[in-house]
């Protein structure tokens, strides 16, 4: 008999496929797990895959006596109660940097697509201004990359891509994290002094209790007028009312967003601005780092049925 | 009395400035020179400032009996005829280098926002299709950078700058350009084979005769059902009617345009087009990037009058 694997959150069927060659896959299919299986079902679970922002506390593991791992399909597991499931003897485990350069490059495309404004440019070619050489004060000429100043939040895989990928722009590259690395870059003690430095923050922080709101008020007004702001870690991370404050009295420049504090929404107020590139939380998303992701979820499962420690085991609890 | 420059081609004004404080300036603002000057006022014109793309061949030059210097504003002096000029004793200058980084950064921004489709992507976001969870089959996981495969056709400044950049993402950079170089990447001695190889071809030709319609049916469907092309070069290096019918029958998967075949105009068929990212030939058109153009004219129209060798000379004529 198959071992069983609980789907928590919502993934494309397709994407299902690989584990269900190896695993019988109770789906939830985005239901709560007690709406899509019995109690008896649920009670036999020994394991769950889950997408790593979504919340997974004290209450939801107590549904699953026997259960001893939680896989997260990605690098995050910040909606994972790591307390409560140390406490329940339950190992979390993770994709660590299967998505880095996926992540990494979408938060490229953000700064570019915001600061060379290439919505605006796009929409002035198909809508025959340019033809008509009308007047287009966004299509303004901008600073460029070479001098630019960006400022990496976060030097983990992600933020280290993130920071060789500005350097081959010859841009000058800061960062602020809790721990100063032997990295050829300025770093930076606090991320109000990088703020204060740097016209581009790319936020690449792990999302966690202590970083929730760090970008607020205070740190947009610190980017400036010229400032840019890039959010590809967790929307919790940016105060986004705050954001949409900064946008719409133009105390900051711009934004690149992949990620928002209650997805799959965005706020009326944010979307209906004209300089901020939205994408659907699509920074993993590329064929490569999906495969990467699923043989990390397949080496986690694998290893915990087989009674082994699982590879990609989240360290701290 | 200050020496007199003939702004030949459209510039927005404020850009003129900085060339005023030094030079009488006779702005045509687009109009043929004949129509907004004298023949008599023509007759002085010893230099004359132009985009370089502009048509401004033997009969045009032979407005001006006493012209001396053709200055082009940019890289490009493909509209110039560099025949008819050395006939005539006229030399032709230009701003070597001076805009190559803000190209190069045009063109990686045109390739990652179509090939992780970034329009799409905003649109998904801003129409409330995300928040409704609707399928979006253009949202599908694409390929990433790293094990790309990119071909740049063309290894001067620009297309150097467009390798190192694109090498940082962790793709595969190839090239063909007439001379192989001494450089760390793989040198295809023909287009043909530089198209079979790549999965995106950057265009960074210098325009020109040899390479009008160079990029053609053939080469666009060597590229293959998931390739991409990227133009920052000018638009006569794509035959434009194979470029739309390739994109419409999905002989290739996207395309990233910066030039076109008739500035400013853009043909229906290609601007109907979803799987294309448009700009407004805003390659060079960065702050510093003007800063470092205008340093070049300012340099060739002051050697010229000053009866010095233009230190931007274009070297063949």
């Known amino acids: 008999m198959a071992d069983k ?28 797990a007690t709406e899509a299986f019995s109690a008896d079902e649920l009670g036999g679970i020994r394991a769950l895959l889950t997408a790593g922002g979504s919340p997974l506390g004290a209450e939801a593991m107590d549904l699953f006596p026997k259960l001893g791992a939680i896989v997260c399909y990605g690098t995050g597991y910040d909606g994972v ?16 940097g299967a998505n880095a350069a996926s992540v990494a490059d979408i938060a490229m495309t953000l700064m570019l697509a915001t600061t060379r404004r290439i919505l605006v440019a796009d929409q002035y070619v198909r809508s025959g201004d340019w033809a008509a050489s009308k007047q287009s004060p966004m299509m303004r000429p901008q600073a460029g990359m070479p001098g630019r100043r ?58 966690g209790a202590e970083t929730q709101h760090a970008v607020n008020a205070d740190i947009l007004k610190r980017l400036g007028a010229d400032g840019y702001v890039v959010n590809i870690s967790r929307g919790s991370v940016i105060d986004e009312k705050a954001l949409v404050a900064a946008l719409t009295d133009k105390t900051i420049a711009g934004a690149g967003l992949d990620v928002f504090e209650k997805e799959p929404h ?28 699923q043989g990390c979820v397949l080496a986690n499962l694998t290893a915990f049925f087989e009674g082994k420690p699982l590879p990609y085991a989240v360290k701290s609890a």
């Open 266 to 293: 965005a706020p009326d107020a944010l979307t209906a601005l004209p300089n901020v590139v939205f994408a659907p939380h699509i920074g993993g998303h590329t064929l490569e780092s999906h495969v990467a992701m």
């Open 5 to 32: 694997v609980l789907i928590y959150s919502r993934f494309p069927k397709t994407m299902m496929a690989r584990f269900a060659e190896r695993f019988e896959l109770l789906d939830t299919g985005g239901k709560k």
């Open 81 to 96: 109660d790591l307390n409560a499931a140390a406490a329940r003897n339950i190992t979390v485990a993770h994709s660590p």
């Open 150 to 207: 960006i400022g990496v939040y976060g030097m983990g895989e992600i933020g280290r891509k993130i920071a060789a990928r500005c350097a081959a722009f010859e841009s000058e590259v800061g960062y602020f994290s809790r721990t100063k690395y032997d990295l050829p870059y300025q770093y930076f003690p606090t991320l109000e002094a990088l703020a204060d430095w740097c016209s581009v923050l790319m936020i690449a922080v792990r999302a």
